[in-house]
């Protein structure tokens, strides 16, 4: 099938893909815990990944999330390294040595559809259309401390 698109719709669909290119909408956020301290800034890189409490001594400070949307990376897989990202840099941002991950969340959030109708002959047309949706990636964990 072969789809033919008028030049409103390619300049529709430029300026959808250059506002969404545009609009970043990778974030990471954190909620201080019990007195609220905030710890002396780590090395993003060396936040370890964990899905249950180690057996070393530690203290749990806060809960922290990282999201990251698929209109900004276009696959799930880099928008899924982005929120891991963004969750690591926001965990070393108040200090922690690790995360133990709490949940993953995906939720759709947008969608774009473009189409056009031709009348062929009177009382019947052809309607072609085009779309896409957006999605966003949350992942969220206990950030910690490792006692020394």
Do not use: W
């Not at 007195?35 to 800034?41: E, G, K, L, M, Q």
């Not at 249950?52 to 799930?76: C, N, R, S």
Request: net charge positive; proline share 5%.
């Amino acid at each position: 099938m072969k789809l033919i698109f008028n030049k409103f719709q390619l300049l529709t669909l430029a300026i959808l893909i250059i506002v969404t290119g545009v609009g970043c909408s990778t974030s990471g956020t954190s909620i201080l815990l019990g007195d609220r301290t905030v710890y002396p800034a780590t090395d993003p890189t060396t936040i370890q990944i964990l899905i249950q409490p180690p057996a070393q001594p530690h203290i749990v400070f806060a809960l922290v999330e990282g999201t990251a949307a698929t209109d900004d990376y276009f696959t799930k897989k880099k928008t899924q390294e982005a929120a891991l990202k963004a969750l690591k840099e926001e965990a070393a941002r108040i200090g922690a040595n690790a995360i133990i991950l709490t949940s993953k969340e995906s939720s759709p959030y947008g969608q774009v559809i473009t189409g056009n109708t031709v009348a062929t002959s009177p009382g019947f047309a052809t309607t072609t259309a085009v779309g896409f949706g957006f999605e966003k990636i949350t992942l969220s964990g206990r950030a910690i401390l490792f006692k020394k």
